[in-house]
């Protein structure tokens, strides 16, 4: 699974940084450019044992800040290439590219707006879903479809995950499963008809496989395993503390879903697989807007008002950086391995408005 950036209409800013190796006694610690110190502090709601996290990056390499309306969500990456959709008022649907220490910032297709999910194979062929539809862009070629070739009303789609190359699969509200194909293009699936129980609200998140397999979120505490052609199996966090909001991994053996009030499950793939609920994450009083899995001891979460947390294997620890505070709202997270991660959001500004960054660290392995 792979994902991608937003940016600017004809715009091109290339930003060059020296990132240097720093060496560091300070533990769980980035070093800023400018001297300053990223920690995560563990803090009161940090769990057992939270406290210094060796995994936890050393460098801010890039602070970039967009024109105040420019809001970016999720993040993808190819290789060492970042992408990140995101959303202006002026501009409309925004896609940014993030190669060798700079950006090239370009407007997606006129017809997509409220972009919130993104999957990507290169800076030419991406998949995004969208508030009002769902966009396949190959080779500089669109597609787009606001149903997915099911009957109205049309839904927001919410995720996408797949192999870019062959099989992708978006998500959406009442239930709504989209699946595109290279040699077939959309075919719509009503899930409410093939889940048991049945599943008709909002999907919010996937993560699919090459196995065919499709791991699914959504409100009301839904998770969801389905293996076509059989029926999809439905299972509700015992919590149900309001909806499971994000789902990621690199495999089936470690993948994690999260959700409002701190809700946890991994998906255990011993005896035919199962859900598996893990403790409630401390100190979650916001939406988690996005999760990246690299492993199964180095989870990372982001979402409102700064939440920034990492699991390091042992507990949940606080990330702290200066660039980050109540007024930032993150939306998207992703590292292209142990030594990196970009983070994604919006900056609440006083007079109302916002105004997007796009923040890239270097981190301890």
Known sequence: ????????????????????NWNTELGVVLN????????????????????????????????????????????????QTFMSVGRSPVRRSQLAVFIDGGFTLTTLAPT???????????????????????SVVRDGGTQTSTTCNMPMPSPAWWGVSGNPASTVTFVG??????TWTADGGFEGIDMQTITDPSASGWLKGVAAFDTGERFIIGDQALLMYWAPPATASVYQ??????????????????LWAVGQFGMAARWNPVDGGHWLELPLIPGITTDINALWVRT?????????????????G??????????????????GVRGSGPSDLMVSGTRNLPDGGERGLLLYYRRNP
């Open 1 to 20: 699974m792979k994902r991608v950036a937003g940016g600017l209409i004809g715009a091109m800013l290339f930003i060059g940084w020296g990132c240097q």
């Open 32 to 79: 800023r450019i400018d001297g300053g110190e990223m920690t995560g502090d563990g803090g009161p709601d940090a769990g057992t044992d939270a406290g210094s996290d060796a995994g936890c990056m050393r460098q801010l390499c890039l602070n970039q800040s967009f024109e105040a309306g420019l809001s970016f969500s999720p993040i993808a990456v190819v290789d």
């Open 112 to 134: 997509i707006s409220g972009p919130v999910g993104l999957l990507a194979q290169s800076p030419n062929d991406y998949f995004v879903a969208a508030e009002n539809g769902v």
């Open 173 to 178: 509200d009442i239930g709504r499963l989209c």
């Open 237 to 254: 966090h015992s919590a149900n503390k309001g909806d499971m909001q994000a789902i990621d991994g690199p495999s089936p053996d470690a």
């Open 296 to 312: 199964n001891d180095d989870v990372w979460l982001v979402g409102g008002a700064g939440l920034f947390k990492h699991w390091n």
């Open 314 to 331: 042992t507990a949940w620890n606080n990330v702290t950086v200066e660039e980050v505070d109540s007024t930032v709202d993150l939306k």
